[in-house]
């Protein structure tokens, strides 16, 4: 096991800059999910912890000791690539037996990894195989047990369930975070899926343009985002954000916009004619056919577009100040499309970010 | 446009493979089929030289040829050629490939350079050899005199235990770099990815050489086998070049006798035996190869 320390990493292809100027620290068992969005880089950091990238600039260390001219075979982790890289004339055993056969391992232990690996991945019945006569998913299915088989001091996973059915995906999400329970081997986990993300990780990094947005415990990013883009990229369905500009009616702020009066929270740091972004989540916004009480007679009012009921939960989707809101309650309200809807932002819960910075407020 | 071409025959029209075989087919049977089956139709002749006349007998030249030392000497020495020359043009043209395979700068003019042996027509490569190996003035003699591994009074192509060797070096220099060519190709081809899964496996090089280059590269390998191990079953330029079978009947090969039983002897129903019987060994060959490394085109 070992910590990952990143310090000031670059990497450029030719003139492209990919990664600039990344700090990341991850401590020794800590599982941490790096999540943006396509090509911001995330592949290109694994890779280069991994060793699989050269490192234009800055320095990747393990426990503290610098690794960046350690080359991979040497760095003792485990990696499922993001397209698996199966060895391809290899049947699925052979491909998980790999790099035990190269540490000439027990023949019996070999045996036993493997079955092992594979009934937690479900792949029994196709350890025989090679890799072309298998489904994506039970491809990605070898890379995991690939790397499962292994007892390596860091885990590298670039989206290891990204092409399972939703079913096998919980599934292997707590194999996976079972598997870490009681390992508590250092993870490196890269996603596009928020829930894998959310339900995973010690520690959430957001990434955007081969830089780090904000990282922190998934509760701390949901609840606090430190920008209007990590505020809009966590969550789904995402974060309502209405732009108004802050003004005062008798010693009161307000967030105007289009005919609409947001109430801001008491002691919000905003002042009068400041441009800003009004963000609530959506689980926030709560929805009625009356005016709520604590609005002051300043209604917000759209009207109903799309119901969406997802079973515990309805999806209201409304069109407010020109702009697509989301309410979601658990209240079985019937809605028609068209329908007045009054909204009553839970005052505790709004995010504002600067109209400029999109810095949170 | 259909209606304009209706009156031809429908094997004519451009739907049809046949026109567009023709060409092709009919030089394989012009320059192919017929002078082997024409060889075929000599071979049953019983020639005498006496009186040059030729009397059909089929069995007679397939008996001699079996009871013939020399078709089975030139046998032996063009199965030692071809192996220990297959063996070197392939061990070395893997290695000269795996050297060469890389995207720094230099190596795309260095790949270039490598084929420049192939473009020496093989009869001057023999000559520029008999002139390297010359016992007086060869740099290749001189130098092996130097460090005491040859001494003149065994010159390399006039002794019996190092001829055949001193020509397969002629063909091993001219041929490697076609070997280069086909594995660089397939080098070229691999992918990347399974190995790097490799080195993450933690396999040295050498390890990923052994466990996935080789494995992946196994087709190609045996197609660039077959393919010089056919040319090499046919060898004759070299050896009429640099040896002319000697010394004695050293380096004499089945084509090599076959030719001198044509132009020496001017038996030709038997060199047609003889010929026919190269051709023999080599479709067995090579079709128990293809057999067994499931060879495809
Ligand atoms: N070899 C390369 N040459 C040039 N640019 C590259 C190369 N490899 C990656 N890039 C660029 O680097 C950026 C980051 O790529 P990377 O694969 O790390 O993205 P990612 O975050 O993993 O995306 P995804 O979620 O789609 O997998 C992309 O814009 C990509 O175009
Ligand atoms: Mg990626």
Redesign the interface.
Known sequence: MASVKITDLHKTYGTTKVIEGLDLAVDDGRFVVLLGPSGCGKSTLLRMIAGLESITAGDVLFDDKRVNDVHAKDRNIAMVFQNYALYAHMSVRKNMAFSMRLKKTDKKIIDEKVKWASSILGLDDYLDRLPKELSGGQRQRVAMGRAIVRDPDVFLFDEPLSNLDAKLRVQMRTEIKDLHQRLKTTTIYVTHDQIEAMTMADEVVIMRDGVIEQSGSPMEIYDRPNNLFVAQFIGSPGMNIIECRVTGENGTLYGAAEGLQLPLPSGANVSVGQNIYYGVRPEHFRSSRQVAASAGGKAIAGAVRVVEPTGPEIHVYAKLAGQDICSISRERVIWDPGEEIFFDPDLDHVHLFDGVSKKAL | MKSSRAWLPRWLTSEHPFPWLLPVTSLLIVFGLYPVLYSLWLSFFKRNPATRKEKFLPSWNWNKLIEDDRVWDAVQVTLTYASIALFLQLALGLAIALLLDSDRKGFGVMRALMTLPLVVPPAVTGMMFLLMYDSSFGVISNSLYALNLLSPSAPILGTGSTALWGVIVADTWQWTPFMVLIMLAGLRAL?R??F?????????AL?SFW??TL??MSKIIALAVLIRGIDLFRIYDYVKVMTDSGPGTATETLTAYAGTVYFKSANFPYASAVALATLIVVLVTASVFIKIFKVRF
């Open positions: 992918p990815e399974p790097e899964a490799a080195s993450i496996d933690g396999a040295t390890q466990h996935l494995p992946m």
